[in-house]
Protein backbone atom coordinates (compact mmCIF):
# COMPACT_ATOMS: atom_id res chain seq x y z
CA UNK A 1 0.00 0.00 0.00
CA UNK A 2 2.25 2.71 -1.06
CA UNK A 3 -0.80 4.78 -1.86
CA UNK A 4 -0.02 7.55 0.67
CA UNK A 5 3.41 8.27 -0.26
CA UNK A 6 1.97 10.57 -3.27
CA UNK A 7 0.00 12.49 -1.66
CA UNK A 8 2.96 14.66 0.22
CA UNK A 9 3.09 17.19 -1.94
CA UNK A 10 -0.23 18.33 -2.93
CA UNK A 11 -1.26 19.83 -6.38
CA UNK A 12 1.92 18.40 -7.74
CA UNK A 13 1.51 14.68 -7.76
CA UNK A 14 -1.37 14.20 -10.16
CA UNK A 15 1.37 15.47 -13.25
CA UNK A 16 3.52 11.94 -12.24
CA UNK A 17 -0.08 10.13 -12.73
CA UNK A 18 -0.68 12.18 -15.46
CA UNK A 19 2.25 11.78 -17.65
CA UNK A 20 2.02 8.07 -16.64
CA UNK A 21 -1.36 7.66 -17.80
CA UNK A 22 -1.21 9.47 -20.93
CA UNK A 23 2.14 7.35 -21.63
CA UNK A 24 0.25 4.83 -20.95
CA UNK A 25 -2.41 5.34 -23.27
CA UNK A 26 0.13 6.31 -25.98
CA UNK A 27 1.75 3.17 -26.01
CA UNK A 28 -1.53 1.46 -26.50
CA UNK A 29 -2.48 3.17 -29.36
CA UNK A 30 0.43 2.60 -30.36
CA UNK A 31 0.08 -1.24 -29.75
CA UNK A 32 -3.07 -1.42 -31.93
CA UNK A 33 -2.31 0.58 -34.44
CA UNK A 34 0.33 -1.48 -35.19
CA UNK A 35 -1.34 -4.76 -34.14
CA UNK A 36 -4.02 -3.51 -37.00
CA UNK A 37 -0.82 -3.01 -39.55
CA UNK A 38 0.01 -6.65 -39.13
CA UNK A 39 -2.94 -8.06 -39.34
CA UNK A 40 -4.44 -5.65 -42.18
CA UNK A 41 -3.34 -6.05 -45.62
CA UNK A 42 -4.10 -2.84 -47.54
CA UNK A 43 -6.67 -3.20 -50.53
CA UNK A 44 -3.65 -2.07 -53.01
CA UNK A 45 -1.16 -4.99 -51.42
CA UNK A 46 -3.32 -7.58 -53.23
CA UNK A 47 -3.47 -5.74 -56.26
CA UNK A 48 -3.58 -7.93 -59.30
CA UNK A 49 0.05 -6.81 -60.20
CA UNK A 50 1.49 -7.96 -57.22
CA UNK A 51 2.90 -11.96 -57.36
CA UNK A 52 0.42 -14.36 -56.10
CA UNK A 53 1.19 -16.03 -52.91
CA UNK A 54 2.29 -19.71 -52.49
CA UNK A 55 -0.72 -22.00 -52.51
CA UNK A 56 -2.72 -19.45 -54.02
CA UNK A 57 -5.20 -20.52 -56.57
CA UNK A 58 -3.09 -18.73 -59.53
CA UNK A 59 0.13 -20.54 -58.55
CA UNK A 60 -1.49 -24.02 -58.05
CA UNK A 61 -3.51 -24.24 -61.18
CA UNK A 62 -0.48 -23.19 -63.16
CA UNK A 63 1.82 -25.57 -61.37
CA UNK A 64 -1.11 -28.52 -61.51
CA UNK A 65 -2.53 -27.44 -65.02
CA UNK A 66 0.62 -27.92 -66.68
CA UNK A 67 1.66 -31.24 -65.10
CA UNK A 68 -1.77 -32.49 -66.19
CA UNK A 69 -1.33 -30.39 -69.99
CA UNK A 70 2.11 -32.10 -69.97
CA UNK A 71 0.54 -35.87 -69.69
CA UNK A 72 -1.66 -34.82 -72.63
CA UNK A 73 0.75 -33.52 -74.37
CA UNK A 74 2.79 -36.85 -74.05
CA UNK A 75 -0.20 -38.45 -75.42
CA UNK A 76 -0.83 -36.57 -78.24
CA UNK A 77 2.75 -36.83 -79.26
CA UNK A 78 2.43 -40.35 -79.30
CA UNK A 79 -0.54 -40.46 -81.47
CA UNK A 80 1.89 -38.28 -83.80
CA UNK A 81 4.01 -41.53 -83.69
CA UNK A 82 1.66 -43.95 -83.88
CA UNK A 83 -1.62 -43.39 -86.01
CA UNK A 84 -2.26 -43.55 -89.37
CA UNK A 85 -5.22 -42.24 -89.16
CA UNK A 86 -5.09 -38.46 -90.32
CA UNK A 87 -7.62 -37.05 -88.51
CA UNK A 88 -5.98 -38.47 -85.31
CA UNK A 89 -3.04 -36.63 -86.55
CA UNK A 90 -4.23 -33.46 -87.08
CA UNK A 91 -6.05 -33.48 -84.08
CA UNK A 92 -3.26 -34.90 -81.77
CA UNK A 93 -0.74 -32.07 -83.27
CA UNK A 94 -3.68 -29.28 -82.35
CA UNK A 95 -3.88 -30.68 -78.79
CA UNK A 96 0.40 -31.25 -78.39
CA UNK A 97 1.14 -27.90 -79.75
CA UNK A 98 -1.78 -25.61 -77.55
CA UNK A 99 -1.18 -27.37 -74.81
CA UNK A 100 2.40 -26.82 -74.78
CA UNK A 101 1.80 -23.08 -75.60
CA UNK A 102 -0.17 -23.13 -72.60
CA UNK A 103 2.28 -24.70 -70.48
CA UNK A 104 4.44 -22.32 -71.72
CA UNK A 105 2.66 -19.35 -70.31
CA UNK A 106 2.09 -21.17 -67.15
CA UNK A 107 5.52 -22.26 -66.32
CA UNK A 108 6.58 -18.28 -67.33
CA UNK A 109 4.41 -17.03 -64.88
CA UNK A 110 5.50 -19.08 -62.32
CA UNK A 111 8.68 -18.74 -63.05
CA UNK A 112 8.32 -14.48 -62.64
CA UNK A 113 6.25 -15.01 -59.36
CA UNK A 114 9.51 -17.19 -57.91
CA UNK A 115 7.42 -20.73 -57.78
CA UNK A 116 8.58 -24.12 -58.41
CA UNK A 117 7.26 -24.56 -62.24
CA UNK A 118 5.65 -27.52 -61.03
CA UNK A 119 4.31 -29.11 -57.83
CA UNK A 120 6.26 -30.60 -55.83
CA UNK A 121 4.58 -31.54 -52.52
CA UNK A 122 2.95 -34.70 -53.77
CA UNK A 123 -0.64 -33.20 -52.90
CA UNK A 124 -2.56 -32.10 -56.07
CA UNK A 125 -5.37 -29.01 -56.50
CA UNK A 126 -5.19 -28.28 -52.46
CA UNK A 127 -5.82 -24.69 -53.87
CA UNK A 128 -9.16 -26.01 -55.23
CA UNK A 129 -10.55 -26.59 -51.70
CA UNK A 130 -11.19 -22.56 -50.24
CA UNK A 131 -14.69 -22.42 -51.69
CA UNK A 132 -16.99 -25.12 -51.42
CA UNK A 133 -15.93 -27.12 -54.76
CA UNK A 134 -18.65 -29.91 -55.23
CA UNK A 135 -16.55 -32.96 -54.43
CA UNK A 136 -13.26 -32.01 -55.42
CA UNK A 137 -9.89 -30.51 -53.92
CA UNK A 138 -6.84 -32.11 -52.56
CA UNK A 139 -5.60 -35.55 -54.36
CA UNK A 140 -2.97 -37.80 -52.78
CA UNK A 141 -1.82 -40.36 -55.45
CA UNK A 142 -1.51 -43.86 -54.53
CA UNK A 143 0.99 -46.54 -56.38
CA UNK A 144 -0.66 -47.01 -59.57
CA UNK A 145 -3.38 -44.24 -59.34
CA UNK A 146 -3.50 -41.01 -61.57
CA UNK A 147 -1.64 -38.33 -60.09
CA UNK A 148 -5.20 -36.09 -61.12
CA UNK A 149 -8.19 -36.94 -61.98
CA UNK A 150 -8.51 -37.84 -65.84
CA UNK A 151 -4.89 -39.07 -66.24
CA UNK A 152 -3.74 -41.91 -67.34
CA UNK A 153 -1.76 -44.65 -64.90
CA UNK A 154 1.58 -45.71 -66.24
CA UNK A 155 0.18 -49.25 -67.07
CA UNK A 156 -2.47 -47.20 -69.80
CA UNK A 157 0.45 -45.26 -71.23
CA UNK A 158 2.70 -48.47 -71.61
CA UNK A 159 -0.24 -49.52 -73.48
CA UNK A 160 -0.76 -46.42 -75.85
CA UNK A 161 2.95 -46.42 -76.54
CA UNK A 162 2.73 -50.47 -77.44
CA UNK A 163 -0.49 -51.81 -77.76
CA UNK A 164 -2.00 -52.60 -80.90
CA UNK A 165 -1.61 -50.32 -84.07
CA UNK A 166 -4.29 -48.98 -85.88
CA UNK A 167 -7.86 -48.63 -85.04
CA UNK A 168 -7.56 -50.00 -82.07
CA UNK A 169 -4.94 -47.44 -81.02
CA UNK A 170 -6.86 -44.66 -81.88
CA UNK A 171 -10.02 -45.79 -80.07
CA UNK A 172 -8.18 -46.17 -77.07
CA UNK A 173 -6.29 -42.27 -77.82
CA UNK A 174 -9.33 -40.99 -78.04
CA UNK A 175 -10.76 -42.95 -74.80
CA UNK A 176 -7.87 -41.86 -72.88
CA UNK A 177 -8.05 -37.91 -74.34
CA UNK A 178 -11.46 -37.56 -73.71
CA UNK A 179 -11.00 -38.62 -70.19
CA UNK A 180 -8.38 -36.36 -69.87
CA UNK A 181 -9.90 -33.34 -71.08
CA UNK A 182 -13.17 -33.74 -68.60
CA UNK A 183 -10.98 -34.47 -65.76
CA UNK A 184 -9.31 -31.40 -66.40
CA UNK A 185 -12.10 -28.98 -66.40
CA UNK A 186 -12.96 -28.53 -62.98
CA UNK A 187 -9.12 -27.04 -62.34
CA UNK A 188 -10.07 -24.37 -65.36
CA UNK A 189 -13.39 -24.21 -64.54
CA UNK A 190 -12.15 -23.53 -61.02
CA UNK A 191 -9.76 -20.84 -61.90
CA UNK A 192 -11.67 -19.33 -64.36
CA UNK A 193 -13.60 -17.31 -61.47
CA UNK A 194 -11.35 -17.80 -58.48
CA UNK A 195 -8.14 -17.41 -59.60
CA UNK A 196 -6.65 -13.33 -58.89
CA UNK A 197 -4.39 -12.95 -61.69
CA UNK A 198 -6.76 -11.64 -65.14
CA UNK A 199 -4.17 -13.46 -67.19
CA UNK A 200 -4.78 -16.67 -64.75
CA UNK A 201 -8.46 -16.39 -65.21
CA UNK A 202 -8.34 -15.56 -68.83
CA UNK A 203 -6.39 -18.70 -69.83
CA UNK A 204 -8.71 -21.21 -67.43
CA UNK A 205 -11.32 -19.90 -69.58
CA UNK A 206 -10.28 -20.29 -72.45
CA UNK A 207 -9.24 -23.87 -72.09
CA UNK A 208 -12.01 -24.37 -70.40
CA UNK A 209 -14.01 -23.70 -73.92
CA UNK A 210 -11.59 -25.05 -76.32
CA UNK A 211 -11.13 -28.15 -74.49
CA UNK A 212 -15.26 -28.32 -74.17
CA UNK A 213 -15.22 -28.37 -78.20
CA UNK A 214 -12.52 -31.29 -78.20
CA UNK A 215 -14.44 -32.95 -75.97
CA UNK A 216 -17.47 -33.02 -78.12
CA UNK A 217 -15.17 -33.82 -81.21
CA UNK A 218 -13.49 -36.76 -79.93
CA UNK A 219 -17.06 -38.05 -79.04
CA UNK A 220 -18.37 -37.79 -82.24
CA UNK A 221 -14.55 -39.49 -83.46
CA UNK A 222 -15.36 -42.33 -81.09
CA UNK A 223 -18.64 -42.61 -82.17
CA UNK A 224 -17.59 -43.09 -85.81
CA UNK A 225 -15.12 -45.33 -85.16
CA UNK A 226 -17.92 -47.50 -83.22
CA UNK A 227 -16.83 -47.24 -79.93
CA UNK A 228 -17.88 -45.47 -76.60
CA UNK A 229 -15.97 -43.78 -74.43
CA UNK A 230 -14.57 -44.63 -71.04
CA UNK A 231 -16.87 -45.77 -68.38
CA UNK B 1 -4.16 4.44 8.01
CA UNK B 2 -2.35 7.34 10.06
CA UNK B 3 -2.62 6.34 14.05
CA UNK B 4 -3.67 10.00 15.12
CA UNK B 5 -3.00 11.20 18.90
CA UNK B 6 -6.43 12.05 20.43
CA UNK B 7 -4.95 15.91 21.45
CA UNK B 8 -4.58 16.61 17.86
CA UNK B 9 -7.23 14.67 16.75
CA UNK B 10 -9.49 17.74 15.30
CA UNK B 11 -6.13 18.93 13.17
CA UNK B 12 -5.85 15.71 11.87
CA UNK B 13 -9.24 15.19 10.99
CA UNK B 14 -8.91 17.75 9.15
CA UNK B 15 -5.23 17.19 7.60
CA UNK B 16 -6.94 13.71 6.97
CA UNK B 17 -10.20 15.48 4.49
CA UNK B 18 -7.94 17.52 2.72
CA UNK B 19 -5.82 15.25 2.02
CA UNK B 20 -7.98 13.02 0.42
CA UNK B 21 -9.95 15.66 -1.07
CA UNK B 22 -6.38 16.80 -2.69
CA UNK B 23 -5.23 12.82 -3.37
CA UNK B 24 -8.88 11.69 -4.92
CA UNK B 25 -7.67 14.53 -8.22
CA UNK B 26 -4.35 12.94 -8.89
CA UNK B 27 -5.24 9.20 -8.54
CA UNK B 28 -8.08 8.32 -10.65
CA UNK B 29 -8.00 4.59 -10.36
CA UNK B 30 -10.71 4.29 -12.61
CA UNK B 31 -8.38 5.47 -15.21
CA UNK B 32 -5.28 4.11 -14.00
CA UNK B 33 -7.30 0.45 -14.12
CA UNK B 34 -9.02 1.34 -17.50
CA UNK B 35 -5.56 2.24 -18.93
CA UNK B 36 -3.92 -0.67 -17.59
CA UNK B 37 -6.54 -2.58 -19.20
CA UNK B 38 -6.64 -1.15 -22.64
CA UNK B 39 -2.69 -1.82 -22.91
CA UNK B 40 -3.21 -5.20 -21.86
CA UNK B 41 -5.30 -5.82 -24.70
CA UNK B 42 -3.19 -3.64 -26.97
CA UNK B 43 -0.22 -5.87 -25.80
CA UNK B 44 -2.48 -9.17 -26.23
CA UNK B 45 -3.82 -8.26 -29.62
CA UNK B 46 -0.18 -7.12 -30.66
CA UNK B 47 1.58 -9.91 -29.23
CA UNK B 48 -0.82 -12.49 -30.95
CA UNK B 49 -0.72 -10.88 -34.60
CA UNK B 50 2.96 -10.94 -34.19
CA UNK B 51 3.23 -14.28 -32.89
CA UNK B 52 0.65 -15.15 -35.98
CA UNK B 53 2.84 -13.47 -38.46
CA UNK B 54 6.29 -14.95 -37.26
CA UNK B 55 5.09 -18.16 -37.32
CA UNK B 56 3.72 -18.01 -41.00
CA UNK B 57 7.05 -16.54 -41.89
CA UNK B 58 9.29 -19.36 -39.77
CA UNK B 59 7.07 -21.60 -42.24
CA UNK B 60 7.74 -19.40 -45.34
CA UNK B 61 10.80 -19.38 -44.62
CA UNK B 62 11.55 -23.50 -43.97
CA UNK B 63 9.76 -23.97 -47.30
CA UNK B 64 11.41 -20.95 -49.45
CA UNK B 65 14.69 -22.22 -48.49
CA UNK B 66 14.69 -25.06 -51.00
CA UNK B 67 12.69 -22.78 -53.55
CA UNK B 68 14.61 -21.17 -56.34
CA UNK B 69 14.36 -17.80 -56.90
CA UNK B 70 15.80 -14.34 -57.91
CA UNK B 71 17.76 -14.19 -54.87
CA UNK B 72 18.44 -18.25 -53.85
CA UNK B 73 19.27 -19.43 -57.16
CA UNK B 74 20.42 -22.51 -56.20
CA UNK B 75 19.12 -23.88 -52.53
CA UNK B 76 21.05 -26.89 -52.76
CA UNK B 77 24.14 -25.40 -52.05
CA UNK B 78 22.82 -25.53 -48.37
CA UNK B 79 22.33 -29.20 -48.54
CA UNK B 80 24.89 -31.27 -46.45
CA UNK B 81 26.64 -33.61 -48.52
CA UNK B 82 25.86 -31.83 -51.64
CA UNK B 83 28.54 -32.06 -54.60
CA UNK B 84 28.19 -29.29 -57.22
CA UNK B 85 30.27 -29.36 -60.39
CA UNK B 86 30.25 -27.04 -63.20
CA UNK B 87 29.02 -28.64 -66.64
CA UNK B 88 28.64 -26.93 -69.79
CA UNK B 89 25.63 -28.14 -72.01
CA UNK B 90 27.78 -30.98 -74.04
CA UNK B 91 28.23 -32.54 -76.92
CA UNK B 92 26.62 -35.94 -78.30
CA UNK B 93 28.07 -39.45 -78.55
CA UNK B 94 26.83 -41.71 -80.39
CA UNK B 95 24.96 -44.75 -79.43
CA UNK B 96 28.30 -46.68 -79.75
CA UNK B 97 30.76 -44.59 -78.00
CA UNK B 98 31.26 -44.73 -73.97
CA UNK B 99 32.55 -41.41 -72.09
CA UNK B 100 34.71 -41.43 -69.46
CA UNK B 101 32.89 -39.61 -67.07
CA UNK B 102 34.50 -38.33 -63.96
CA UNK B 103 32.04 -38.83 -61.45
CA UNK B 104 29.66 -42.30 -60.18
CA UNK B 105 27.12 -41.95 -61.10
CA UNK B 106 27.92 -38.98 -63.52
CA UNK B 107 25.86 -35.77 -63.65
CA UNK B 108 27.27 -33.80 -66.03
CA UNK B 109 29.22 -33.78 -69.82
CA UNK B 110 29.35 -35.90 -73.23
CA UNK B 111 26.12 -37.91 -73.67
CA UNK B 112 24.37 -39.66 -76.53
CA UNK B 113 22.26 -37.88 -78.53
CA UNK B 114 19.40 -40.18 -77.24
CA UNK B 115 18.26 -38.31 -73.73
CA UNK B 116 16.42 -41.12 -71.73
CA UNK B 117 12.89 -40.38 -71.35
CA UNK B 118 12.66 -38.47 -67.73
CA UNK B 119 8.37 -38.33 -67.98
CA UNK B 120 8.43 -39.77 -64.17
CA UNK B 121 9.91 -43.16 -65.33
CA UNK B 122 10.37 -46.04 -62.92
CA UNK B 123 13.03 -48.00 -65.08
CA UNK B 124 13.26 -51.42 -63.51
CA UNK B 125 16.82 -52.00 -65.21
CA UNK B 126 19.76 -49.95 -65.18
CA UNK B 127 20.17 -47.84 -68.12
CA UNK B 128 23.18 -46.21 -69.68
CA UNK B 129 24.75 -43.67 -68.08
CA UNK B 130 25.38 -41.49 -71.53
CA UNK B 131 21.30 -41.09 -71.57
CA UNK B 132 20.78 -40.37 -68.59
CA UNK B 133 22.78 -37.69 -68.21
CA UNK B 134 20.97 -36.49 -71.13
CA UNK B 135 17.68 -36.40 -69.72
CA UNK B 136 19.58 -34.57 -66.33
CA UNK B 137 20.24 -32.08 -69.15
CA UNK B 138 16.60 -31.33 -69.68
CA UNK B 139 16.31 -30.30 -65.82
CA UNK B 140 14.96 -34.16 -64.75
CA UNK B 141 16.31 -35.82 -61.46
CA UNK B 142 17.59 -39.28 -61.82
CA UNK B 143 17.56 -41.09 -58.37
CA UNK B 144 19.92 -43.93 -58.72
CA UNK B 145 19.72 -46.39 -55.85
CA UNK B 146 22.22 -49.75 -55.27
CA UNK B 147 19.56 -52.80 -56.23
CA UNK B 148 20.97 -54.78 -53.58
CA UNK B 149 20.77 -52.59 -50.99
CA UNK B 150 17.31 -50.66 -51.68
CA UNK B 151 14.61 -53.05 -51.91
CA UNK B 152 10.88 -53.48 -50.66
CA UNK B 153 9.41 -50.42 -48.73
CA UNK B 154 12.40 -48.54 -49.33
CA UNK B 155 12.45 -48.78 -53.02
CA UNK B 156 7.97 -48.33 -53.18
CA UNK B 157 9.17 -45.02 -51.47
CA UNK B 158 11.30 -43.69 -53.82
CA UNK B 159 9.03 -45.17 -56.66
CA UNK B 160 5.90 -42.72 -55.14
CA UNK B 161 8.55 -39.75 -55.54
CA UNK B 162 9.01 -40.39 -58.88
CA UNK B 163 6.15 -42.75 -61.02
CA UNK B 164 4.39 -40.23 -63.31
CA UNK B 165 5.61 -37.32 -62.07
CA UNK B 166 7.40 -35.36 -64.77
CA UNK B 167 11.44 -34.81 -64.96
CA UNK B 168 11.63 -37.40 -62.24
CA UNK B 169 13.79 -40.60 -63.28
CA UNK B 170 14.63 -43.58 -61.15
CA UNK B 171 16.85 -46.99 -61.98
CA UNK B 172 19.00 -49.15 -60.53
CA UNK B 173 22.62 -48.80 -60.55
CA UNK B 174 24.63 -51.41 -59.73
CA UNK B 175 27.93 -51.48 -57.86
CA UNK B 176 26.88 -47.79 -56.48
CA UNK B 177 28.79 -46.81 -53.27
CA UNK B 178 26.16 -45.58 -51.47
CA UNK B 179 22.38 -46.82 -51.27
CA UNK B 180 21.17 -44.47 -52.98
CA UNK B 181 22.65 -41.25 -54.70
CA UNK B 182 20.87 -38.38 -56.49
CA UNK B 183 21.34 -36.40 -59.58
CA UNK B 184 20.71 -33.64 -61.71
CA UNK B 185 22.94 -31.41 -63.96
CA UNK B 186 26.03 -30.69 -62.23
CA UNK B 187 24.57 -32.00 -58.88
CA UNK B 188 25.16 -35.02 -56.90
CA UNK B 189 23.89 -35.67 -53.14
CA UNK B 190 24.18 -39.36 -52.14
CA UNK B 191 22.46 -40.54 -49.01
CA UNK B 192 22.12 -43.87 -46.69
CA UNK B 193 18.09 -43.85 -46.80
CA UNK B 194 14.74 -43.27 -48.14
CA UNK B 195 13.62 -41.36 -45.73
CA UNK B 196 16.07 -39.00 -45.36
CA UNK B 197 14.22 -35.36 -45.94
CA UNK B 198 17.10 -34.04 -48.22
CA UNK B 199 15.48 -36.16 -51.22
CA UNK B 200 12.24 -33.73 -50.94
CA UNK B 201 14.94 -30.71 -50.66
CA UNK B 202 16.93 -31.69 -53.49
CA UNK B 203 14.09 -32.07 -55.58
CA UNK B 204 12.80 -28.79 -54.60
CA UNK B 205 15.90 -27.21 -54.80
CA UNK B 206 16.98 -28.85 -58.35
CA UNK B 207 14.09 -30.22 -60.33
CA UNK B 208 14.00 -27.88 -63.44
CA UNK B 209 15.43 -25.44 -61.67
CA UNK B 210 15.88 -22.95 -64.45
CA UNK B 211 19.49 -21.37 -62.92
CA UNK B 212 20.75 -24.59 -62.83
CA UNK B 213 20.81 -26.74 -65.71
CA UNK B 214 21.64 -26.17 -69.70
CA UNK B 215 18.48 -26.66 -71.59
CA UNK B 216 15.61 -24.36 -70.12
CA UNK B 217 12.13 -25.46 -71.45
CA UNK B 218 13.50 -29.20 -73.07
CA UNK B 219 11.11 -32.16 -73.27
CA UNK B 220 11.13 -34.97 -71.29
CA UNK B 221 10.08 -37.63 -73.71
CA UNK B 222 11.08 -40.06 -75.71
CA UNK B 223 8.89 -42.47 -76.77
CA UNK B 224 11.37 -44.52 -78.43
CA UNK B 225 13.84 -44.27 -75.66
CA UNK B 226 11.03 -45.28 -73.12
CA UNK B 227 10.32 -48.11 -75.44
CA UNK B 228 13.99 -50.12 -76.12
CA UNK B 229 16.10 -48.41 -72.93
CA UNK B 230 19.73 -48.76 -73.52
CA UNK B 231 21.22 -50.93 -71.09
CA UNK B 232 23.38 -50.40 -68.20
CA UNK B 233 27.22 -51.28 -69.35
CA UNK B 234 29.40 -52.30 -66.39
CA UNK B 235 32.85 -52.19 -67.89
CA UNK B 236 35.02 -49.04 -67.40
CA UNK B 237 35.35 -47.21 -70.54
CA UNK B 238 38.16 -48.06 -72.68
CA UNK B 239 40.71 -45.88 -73.66
CA UNK B 240 38.98 -44.57 -77.10
CA UNK B 241 36.18 -43.34 -74.77
CA UNK B 242 35.06 -39.45 -74.91
CA UNK B 243 37.08 -37.32 -72.69
CA UNK B 244 35.30 -34.82 -70.19
CA UNK B 245 36.21 -32.10 -72.83
CA UNK B 246 34.57 -33.61 -75.62
CA UNK B 247 37.69 -33.88 -76.99
CA UNK B 248 39.82 -31.66 -78.47
CA UNK B 249 39.18 -32.41 -81.97
CA UNK B 250 35.70 -33.71 -82.70
CA UNK B 251 37.25 -35.17 -85.77
CA UNK B 252 39.59 -37.29 -83.78
CA UNK B 253 37.19 -38.89 -81.45
CA UNK B 254 34.58 -39.34 -84.17
CA UNK B 255 36.73 -41.33 -86.55
CA UNK B 256 37.51 -44.21 -84.40
CA UNK B 257 35.85 -47.06 -86.57
CA UNK B 258 38.95 -48.57 -86.73
CA UNK B 259 38.96 -50.17 -83.19
CA UNK B 260 35.33 -51.37 -82.50
CA UNK B 261 36.82 -54.15 -80.69
CA UNK B 262 37.17 -52.22 -77.71
CA UNK B 263 34.74 -52.25 -74.47
CA UNK B 264 32.22 -50.45 -76.31
CA UNK B 265 31.50 -52.63 -78.62
CA UNK B 266 29.83 -55.04 -76.00
CA UNK B 267 27.52 -52.33 -74.95
CA UNK B 268 26.74 -50.88 -78.66
CA UNK B 269 25.77 -54.55 -79.73
CA UNK B 270 22.87 -54.32 -77.18
CA UNK B 271 22.15 -50.76 -77.31
CA UNK B 272 20.11 -49.62 -80.53
CA UNK B 273 18.27 -46.76 -79.55
CA UNK B 274 16.79 -46.72 -83.31
CA UNK B 275 15.44 -43.78 -84.09
Known sequence: ?231 | MTSGKKTKATRNSVAAARSSVVASKPKPWGTILAVIAVLALAGGVFGYAYMQIHENNVKEAALAKWKPSDTNKDPSTALAGIVTKEYKGSRHVEPTQRVAYDQTPAFGGPHDAQWADCTGVVYDKAVRTENMVHGLEHGAVWIAYNPDQVKDDALTKLKAKVEGIPYMMLSPYPGLDKPISLQSWGHQLKIENADDERVDQFISSLLRNPNTYPEVGASCENTAFLSNPAPFVAEKPGADAVPMDGGKDDSVTEGQPQNPSTPPASGSASTPPSS
Open chain 1, 1 to 231: MSVPETDEVSGRPSGVVRALVIGAAVLAVLLLGAAVGLLVKLPGSTSSTAAPASGSVDVGFCQDMSMHHLQGIQMANIARDRSTDPEIRQLAFDISSTQLEQVGRMKGWLMMWNEHEQNISGVYMKWMDAAGVHGHGATTPEAGKPLMPGMATTDELTRLRTGPAGREFDVYWLQLMLRHHVGGAPMAEYAATAAGQSVVRTLSDNMLKSQSAETELMKDYLAKRGAAPLP
